[in-house]
């Protein structure tokens, strides 16, 4: 019991000291500087319906699709084409 007290007692230190360190610096204020600017940021996009969502969503699958397709395609023949050169 007493050495879980002292692993609580030797964490909160460690976490105040990085906390005390942060603050001195002043990295505490430019990180919550930077949310702000960023949640501020947020509130300014425009952000898709839901149908454009699915529409753009769509696209990307069959993107996807297509690629992986003419990949597997041009594999396969590059493996004829060396099965045909080697024998």
Request: some cysteine; hydrophobic content about 50%; aromatic content about 14%.
């Amino acid at each position: 019991m007493k050495n879980e007290y002292t692993k609580i007692f030797v964490w909160a230190a460690v976490v105040g000291g990085l906390f005390f360190f942060l603050w001195k610096k002043g990295y505490l204020l430019r990180i919550r500087d930077y949310v702000l600017e960023t949640r501020e940021e947020l509130r300014k996009c425009s952000w898709p319906t839901i149908e454009e969502l699915k529409g753009s969503t769509l696209v990307v699958m069959l993107t996807i699709a297509l690629i992986g397709g003419f990949t597997v395609s041009v594999d396969w023949v590059l493996n004829l084409v060396m099965k045909w050169v080697n024998s």
